[in-house]
């Protein structure tokens, strides 16, 4: 597969992987911009946008948006998280400049009608309801809220019912003019032709925009990364199962630790065959599921441990990890436990590359936060690196409980839970 890059006046950056006629196109833009960059009285309006963005165009209306996708036998998506604002569509190769057409149209052109943004505030109120049923979701916000205290990481995603209540149409342009400017879009595309071939779609369709303006945004917000006081949240709901999330500190995505801390948090666990998972689950029977994993941003990271059990079993279950993280600090990690880890590693990264939608998303990441895109033998390369001191160096940083934040949902267990984590 071949890999172009190319920057245009405006500041826009396009990434293109070359690959094989009969495999599907996808069209990935990429926003760098999430809730992290919200304030609290206009939370949640990144995903407002995102929402806002498929209800229709100068030429189009909601309905021809999902009809023309369907007609070109192309699917087309968005979602947004702390950090990213992102819209893409897949389909046939030979439909490639239709799909470009449409995606480019709404990605620029559409209205935000008033009365289309009273309607998607209501959707989003139901959005906002589902997850709140959710009491894994609930559990995850809550960790936010308690680890990252003070910072506009600590806010949901979607934003509060009462913080999209001050959202209009002015105030979604506004953020608009501020955000979706050239320098802070990458346009990542997967597709079967050359590469000039690309850039004149891609210049036609879409870098036309910006004819004539070379905007920038704001410097990025470099005060987000915080060392979390120790603090636990606890939520009651009437559920049958209790959900436990609770995390340490970690570097940001740019440490040069950053594939240890994939191989730890997989030792750990990450896998069936995780200390967690066997200690657990199949030694102990106290969860149906356990996880380890490390979350990282520009600005900072957590290590976080999740996992679902009744409510007589969560303070025993944490209890018992806190146990496993002081046996691997004092016990070490063994070579085959590392090996296996990298196995599995590359085994995810190969198979990843084999989907276009995973390439087009990657590919636009790494352009957002290296300027460049590693490659698959730069990244294997990188596991093959990492030692076991490295692991122990890594876990002796992160497993630090003296800034250990935490949430539990439950109906009836509360924070005592985390009582040998105090």
């Not at 149409?169 to 400017?181: G, H, N, S, T």
Request: charged share 30%; aromatic share 10%; glycine share 6%.
């Amino acid at each position: 597969m071949k890999l172009f890059n190319h920057i245009f006046s405006s500041g826009l950056r396009l990434v293109y992987r070359q690959i094989d006629n009969d495999r599907p196109a996808t069209i990935f833009f990429a926003v760098d911009t999430g809730s992290v960059n919200e304030e609290e009285d206009n939370n949640g309006i990144s995903h407002f946008i995102e929402h806002l963005t498929f209800k229709g165009t100068k030429k189009r209306s909601a309905k021809d948006i999902t009809r023309n996708f369907e007609e070109i036998g192309a699917r087309a998506n968005a979602y947004t998280s702390l950090d990213r604002t992102c819209f893409y569509a897949s389909g046939l190769n030979e439909k490639f400049e239709d799909c470009l057409e449409i995606l480019s149209d709404i990605f620029f052109s559409s209205t935000y009608k008033e009365e289309e943004i009273e309607k998607e505030r209501r959707v989003i109120f139901e959005e906002i309801d589902m997850y709140d049923d959710n009491p894994e979701s609930v559990a995850s916000d809550k960790f936010y809220e308690a680890f990252y205290a003070g910072s506009s990481a600590s806010r949901p995603v979607l934003g509060t019912k009462e913080s999209l209540k001050n959202i209009n149409r002015q105030k979604v342009l506004e953020y608009i003019k501020l955000r979706y400017v050239p320098n802070n879009i990458v346009l990542s595309i997967v597709a079967g032709f050359s590469f000039s071939k690309v850039k004149k779609l891609v210049e036609k369709y879409v870098e036309s925009h910006f004819k004539g303006i070379k905007l920038e945004v704001e410097e990025k917000n470099k005060s987000l990364a915080v060392v979390p006081d120790k603090k636990f949240i606890s939520v009651k709901k009437d559920i049958a199962q209790t959900q436990v999330v609770f995390g340490f500190p970690a570097d940001n995505i740019y440490t040069k630790d950053y594939m240890a801390y994939q191989l730890l948090s997989f030792i750990f666990g990450g896998g069936m065959g995780s200390r967690l998972f066997s200690k657990i689950r199949d030694d102990e029977g106290l969860v149906y599921t356990i996880s380890c994993l490390p979350e990282m941003f520009e600005w900072g990271g957590h290590l976080l441990i999740y996992f679902g059990s009744n409510d007589k079993n969560a303070k025993k279950a944490v209890d018992l990890i806190k146990q496993e993280i002081v046996n691997l600090l004092e016990e070490g990690i063994k070579t085959e436990e590392l090996e296996r880890a990298k196995v599995f590693c590359k085994s995810l990264i190969v198979s990843s590359n084999e989907k276009g939608e995973s390439l087009a998303r990657v590919a636009a990441q790494n352009i957002i936060l290296f300027n460049k895109v590693l490659s698959i033998e730069e990244r294997l390369e990188e596991i093959d690196r990492v030692t076991v001191d490295d692991l122990m160096r890594v876990a002796s940083k992160v497993f630090n409980f003296s800034n250990v934040c935490g949430s539990i949902v439950s109906k009836s267990a509360g924070e005592e839970v985390f009582e040998s984590l105090q």
